[in-house]
């Protein structure tokens, strides 16, 4: 009897076993949420499927499919890390960030007034039918973009150098503006398109520029059209069309939510939830509530 109560014994995890089970299913959780609705989340899935086909192998004892799937293995490592690089260096850099860290770096920035400035020269831009596309950096660096094909700037964050940066047959009109604090950094930036089909064909290059940027990282990225003057806003694959500039001040100002981007603003149906917001990038950023039309990669 006692050698029974000594094998069950050993099978009984204690405190250090479950500490370790729940941190590990806390990490697997939260990439999980992250990915989710991405194209890393696409390949994870598939990943997981050709497991599942190699362990199926050697239960039939399929000596073919599992020496062939072996092999695939042993370089499957390196495969994941050049695969996932964005999604790495994502998460990377933001388990080096503390919210202690952003909140001050944002109070240091002066994040209201940069809003404000940000919020005039679209609402000029709108109502001047002239296309525009910024990205508002946040805890993700976006100097690469810059380095790779931009012209670097060193210039404070005004609504008149926007307007000015953006007039048709300016020499940096044709490409994007990236902020970082309260300066712009650079200018005439290409972004990367979005990796996923159009949502939306009447979508031009600019709206699948901002999808594709914010897929990659956490920035805020803003639209203006030139055929229908129309301001749209990308965070996190998720696109919001039809904003009013104060609606955008709001999702810009400081006390935006760390995790979601959404911010306390009225909204224009008097809903409490918008029913348009679904879709797994949707549901893991919480969406953006008060809005008419959201555009996200299907």
Do not use: C
Not at 226 to 255: H, K, W
Not at 288 to 298: I, N, S, T
């Amino acid at each position: 009897m006692s050698g029974f109560v000594d094998y069950i014994r050993f099978y009984l995890p204690d405190f250090t076993d479950l500490l370790q089970i729940l941190v590990l299913a806390f990490f697997i959780y939260r990439i999980l949420i992250r990915w989710a609705g991405t194209r890393a989340f696409q390949i994870l899935f598939g990943l997981v499927v050709v497991l599942g086909i190699y362990v199926m192998a050697g239960l039939l004892r399929l000596e073919v499919f599992e020496a062939v799937l072996s092999q695939v293995f042993t370089y499957a490592a390196f495969a994941l890390i050049v695969v996932f690089q964005p999604e790495l260096r994502s998460a990377l850099a933001q388990l080096g960030r503390s919210r202690l860290l952003t909140f001050l770096t944002k109070l240091e920035q002066g994040g209201e007034a940069v809003a404000d400035e940000i919020a005039k020269a679209v609402e000029r831009l709108s109502r001047k039918r002239i296309g525009a596309i910024i990205a508002v950096q946040q805890e993700l660096a976006l100097d690469l973009y810059v380095q790779k094909e931009g012209t670097p700037l060193r210039a404070d964050v005004s609504a008149d150098l926007l307007l000015t940066i953006f007039t048709p047959r300016s020499p940096l009109h044709d490409g994007a503006v990236i902020i970082r604090g309260n300066e712009i950094i650079g200018a005439g930036v290409t972004l990367p398109l979005s990796q996923f089909p159009p949502p939306d064909r009447s979508l031009g290059t600019r709206h699948k520029a901002a999808l594709g940027l914010s897929e990659e990282t956490d920035a805020f990225v803003i639209v203006v059209s030139e055929e229908t003057s129309q301001i749209s806003l990308a965070r996190r694959g998720v696109l919001r069309r039809g904003l009013q500039p104060e609606e955008l001040r709001a999702r810009l100002a400081p006390d935006t939510d760390e995790v979601d981007g959404t911010a306390s603003i009225p909204s224009k149906t008097g809903r409490d939830a918008d029913p348009d917001v679904a879709g797994p990038n949707a549901a893991r950023d919480g969406g953006f509530e008060g809005e008419d039309e959201v555009v996200q990669p299907v």
